[in-house]
């Protein structure tokens, strides 16, 4: 009884064994309704980006944004930028020293400033970031502020050239001397998404004149500032477009700017602006985008 059973279990394993191996020899077809020059990998319905060569390259377009995720971007666009005038800068209070004497201030560190506080005790803190120069006459538009912090008052000094302690409660990037300190105050402008008035403007045509980036190319998302303003109609929710010298292939393979041709590149969308100038972002863009670039108004019709 013993030695049957002992046969009986080698021969069930031997089965078992054998229908394993059975399985793994077999192949498995594989359906594709695209060509079979095309891995079935890059095939699949859910790859976004199909390689086809190191200079061949075919992508889905990316989604479009929705109305909750465009106002929360330009919200935070308008809490960071700003225009600055020479008043601003030359009045405002300003970081003078850093606590224990370091380079650089963070949250909940002390910085030491010079200037008039007009019993005002809670400050934002604003970077003299960069100049707005009229790309056609060198005409200065304004200057753009940067939002870097906040601060409030621990210790008032007993003149105005005397050092006013702060301490920082918020920072979005290292605080430095020089830095400006400007009465904290709610935003009260209207939303420039949903403003029916906002878009509907005159008809204007005007440059670029500063990329908000470092670098001499701007690019969709970036911001940018332009040469017009409330006085030539732009108000904040405009649309522009961005124009360049149609471009043509030349035989020689070589890429000629037409003269006379001009095509939309890119199209901007004004969120905050001055008697002089305007911030936009790029919504779109299909080429790259620099100082000089002409830009026109899109005008909506009134209802």
């Known amino acids: 009884m013993k030695k049957f059973s002992t046969a ?5 394993m031997s089965s078992a064994l054998g229908a394993n191996l059975s399985t793994m020899n077999k192949t498995v077809p594989v359906t594709s309704s695209t060509p079979s020059s095309v891995p079935a990998v890059l095939a699949s319905p859910a790859t976004t980006t199909l390689k086809l060569s190191p200079r061949a390259r075919i992508e889905t377009q990316a989604p479009v944004a929705s109305p909750t995720f465009i106002t929360q971007s ?3 666009l308008r809490s960071q930028l700003l225009f600055l005038n020479a008043i601003d800068v030359i009045l405002a209070p300003s970081i003078s020293t850093i606590q224990a004497g370091q380079i650089l201030g963070g949250v909940h560190q002390s910085v030491f400033a010079v200037g008039t506080l007009h019993q005002q005790t809670s400050f934002d803190v604003v970077r003299n970031w960069q100049k707005i120069i009229d790309p056609t006459n060198g005409q200065l538009l304004g200057i753009a502020g ?3 912090g906040k601060v409030e008052l621990v ?3 007993d003149s105005n050239n005397a050092l006013h302690e702060f301490i920082v409660t918020q920072a979005w ?3 430095s001397a020089g830095d400006l300190l400007l009465p904290a105050a709610k935003d009260e402008r209207s939303n420039p998404v949903f403003d029916k008035q906002a878009t509907q403007v005159q008809a204007a045509s005007g440059r670029i004149t500063t990329l908000m980036r470092e670098g001499i190319w701007a690019g969709t998302l970036d911001v940018v500032a332009i040469n017009l303003g409330t006085q030539q109609g732009i108000q ?3 649309t522009l477009s961005v124009l360049k010298q ?4 030349h035989p020689s393979a070589l890429t000629i700017p037409s003269q006379s041709v001009m095509q939309t590149i890119a199209t901007l969308f004004v969120f905050d602006v001055n008697e002089l100038a305007a911030f936009a972002v790029v919504m779109q863009a299909s080429d790259v985008i620099s100082v000089g670039d002409s830009v026109v108004s899109i005008r909506t019709p009134s209802k």
Request: proline residues 0%.
């Open 8 to 12: 009986v279990f080698f021969f069930l």
């Open 74 to 76: 330009f919200s935070s």
């Open 146 to 148: 940067k939002r870097i």
């Open 155 to 157: 210790l008032a000094a």
């Open 173 to 175: 990037s290292e605080l």
């Open 236 to 238: 904040a929710g405009a």
């Open 246 to 249: 149609a471009k043509m292939n």
